[in-house]
């Protein structure tokens, strides 16, 4: 079974920067980072699978998603961070290619001071 851990969450001023880290213990064919807010639904914000990437609208010019390989590990890196930016982060790998996201982190806290 694999296992996702999540890093690199804290509290950062509005317009600051943050970078996640989701390391996975096995192979994956593909991994999401999606985030929930208190109220509101878990949304996919970016995704990683082979050579492609998705952004969604929030994340769209202020995040960028990025693989290590050799450290099997995804990054998450956040600029221009706003207050609305504020939710638990969740990185999520599918283990089956072409399948679901099937294997969840932990979650990492992020919190954007205005």
């Known amino acids: 079974q694999v296992h996702l851990v999540e890093s690199g969450g804290g509290l950062v001023q509005a317009g600051g920067s943050l970078r996640l880290s989701c390391t996975a213990s096995?192979?994956?064919?593909?991994t999401g980072w999606f985030r929930q807010a208190p109220g509101n639904e878990r949304e996919r914000i970016a995704s990683?699978?082979?050579?492609?990437?998705y952004y969604g609208d929030s994340a769209k010019g202020r995040f960028t998603i990025s693989r290590d390989n050799a450290k099997n590990t995804v990054y998450l890196q956040m600029s221009s961070l706003k207050p609305e930016d504020t939710a638990v982060y969740y990185c999520?790998?599918?283990?089956?290619?072409?399948?679901?996201?099937?294997?969840w982190g932990q979650g990492t806290q992020v919190t954007v001071s205005s």
């Open positions: 999520a790998a599918r283990t089956v290619v072409f399948g679901e996201y099937d294997t």
């Open positions: 096995g192979r994956t064919y593909g």
């Open positions: 990683i699978s082979g050579g492609s990437t």
